[in-house]
């Protein structure tokens, strides 16, 4: 890089200290502002130009030698914005005549695949979950807790609700003869999703555990919610689910920020494409508007594309 001159670091400090002034920049904001910009001024001038007379072309050209140096998507959105606010407060305080930032677009970020656990991974938190139940002192409400999270978990893996949807859910949805559950999503739309045998009988022995317990302690017996919270009115909260299933994970020897609620419907809708489960179905599942949002789950794992073109192709291997 070309050293920078210095009418170029008197414009980049005028910047920095509005910063400082105006915005209660801290220290560190300040530094990456400063790194960032003697960067920019520095290939600016490889190109025999500056901060002051730079074009749009230029900054882009920039933006691009960013991404040629093998800077994150992320990385490079963060010096756009520190380039677009420089030129703004130039334009504003009169340094230069135009904004060459205005015009230019962010780089696209790829979505991040979310995070998704094997069918193994599942099997191991729903055994570890009924083990816990069944544990010697797993009585009175240890026990109680114990169902009411093994619960949870079958049907978070059975239906792919989101947690607010499922700790929502009225006491009606654990009658026995029902196969689906009839779910209040967003924007109050409603849907029906069905359920399996694991998660039936969970819900049974949960319930059944809930009114004894209730009996036991001369506690009304009707309740509004399926999941009621244990020490006052309302339903259990997301944050209290997401702790009980991060323990659970320990306890099944996996990493507790693999498992939340959230992996858990992940894994349902990717374990269902992943078995040739239809996009639209998913979707509907799901309570997606958008399929383009369901469409993240469909990545297919390296193995599962070799087995496909192996077995499928025409011309693949016999």
Known sequence: MEPVKAPERRLAALFLDMVAAERGGAANTLEAYSRDL????????????????????DLRSYLAALADRGFAASSVARRLSAI????????????RPDDPAA???????????????????????????REAVGAKRATGLARLRALRLLCLLELLYATGLRISELIALPASAARRDEDM???????????????????????????????????????????KWLFPSFGEEGHLTRQHAARELKGLAAAAGLRPEQVSPHVLRHAFA??????????????TLLGHADISTTQIYA????????????????????
């Not at 677009?84 to 340094?95: P, S």
């Not at 990717?270 to 979707?283: E, F, P, Y």
Request: glycine share 8%.
């Open 299 to 318: 990545h297919v794992p390296d193995e599962r594309l070799k087995s496909l073109v192996r077995d499928l192709h025409p011309l693949g291997e016999n």
């Open 38 to 57: 003697d960067d920019l001024a520095g290939y600016l001038a490889t190109r025999n130009r500056s901060i002051s007379s730079a074009t749009t072309v």
């Open 270 to 283: 990717s374990h269902l494409l992943h078995n040739g489960a239809d996009l639209r179905i998913v979707q």
């Open 84 to 95: 677009r606010q420089l030129y703004r407060f130039l334009l504003a305080e009169g340094h």
């Open 181 to 223: 559950l009839i779910v209040r999503g967003k924007g109050g739309k409603e849907r029906l999703v069905p359920l399996n045998g694991g998660a039936k009988c969970a819900m049974r022995d949960y319930k059944a555990a809930l009114a004894q317990w209730k009996e036991e302690r001369s506690l009304p017996s009707q309740s």
């Open 103 to 129: 015009i230019i677009a962010g780089p696209r970020r790829g979505r991040p695949l979310p995070k998704v656990l094997s069918v193994a991974e599942v099997d191991r938190l729903i055994a570890t979950a």
